[in-house]
């Protein structure tokens, strides 16, 4: 069973970058799409991108001149900064692992999610 | 403004069958697209309900199910439980946005 668990820190001020990385256990990078998503306070699901094993990423576009992902295989890790941020971008901020075929795109594996406040 | 619609709260007493609709476009599901539910207990991170429409994974009881039809997709409960009460979230793909969710949908059960 693949377990992903999501780490980082929980207060970011203002203007700065938003820094989270995603350890995958029980199962190999290789072979799978990672993914960044988000939730605001109260609020709905909001795909931010992923990143492929091969280290291919693509972004949502309403946010992508401020995302990078990256991805660090030998440790099964990947992470995600978001630069320039606001308090717009308070969220809990879930992994997930993406199942791909030619008219499926799913996330059947996910972290538990961090929470991450923006706030001076 | 979510790309995919669903109604924002639905109700049903205990053992009744609700529905959850989730309406797209010629983008994502008109284009073909699977649909995908998503359930998220409060305090949870969402979990894969139905996928690729129709298709439950391991574990999921057989009191739910989904279909899809032109650019809507609906979830299905049956024998509603109270445990049942979550937010239910759609899911599918977009030619121009990649992953697209809708906005969710409180279920309550009285």
């Known amino acids: 069973q693949v377990q992903l668990q999501e780490s980082g820190p929980g207060l970011v001020k203002p203007s700065e970058t938003l820094s989270l990385t995603c350890t995958v256990s029980d199962g190999s990078i290789s072979g799978h799409y990672w993914n960044w998503i988000r939730q605001p306070p109260g609020a709905g699901l909001e795909w931010i991108g992923y990143?492929?094993?091969?280290?291919?990423?693509n972004y949502n576009p309403s946010l992508a001149n401020r995302v990078t992902m990256s991805l660090d295989t030998p440790k099964n890790q990947f992470s995600l900064k978001l630069n320039s941020v606001t308090a717009a971008d308070t969220a809990v901020y879930y992994c997930?692992?993406?199942?791909?075929?030619?008219?499926?795109?799913?996330?059947?594996?996910w972290g538990q999610g961090a929470l991450v406040t923006v706030s001076s | 403004q979510s790309v995919l619609t669903q109604p924002p709260s639905v109700s049903g007493a205990p053992g009744q069958r609700v529905t959850i609709s989730c309406t797209g476009s010629a983008s994502n599901i008109g284009r073909g697209y699977d649909v995908q539910w998503y359930q998220q207990l409060p305090g949870k991170a969402p979990e894969l309900l139905i996928y690729e429409n129709n298709n439950r994974p391991s574990g999921v009881p057989d009191r739910f199910s989904g279909s899809k039809s032109g650019t809507t997709a609906s979830l299905a409960i049956t024998g509603l439980q109270t445990d049942d009460e979550a937010d239910y979230y759609c899911q599918s793909y977009d030619t121009r946005l990649n992953a697209v969710f809708g906005g969710g949908t409180k279920l309550t059960v009285l």
């Open positions: 990143i492929h094993y091969t280290g291919t990423p």
């Open positions: 997930a692992r993406a199942y791909s075929s030619t008219w499926s795109w799913y996330f059947d594996y």
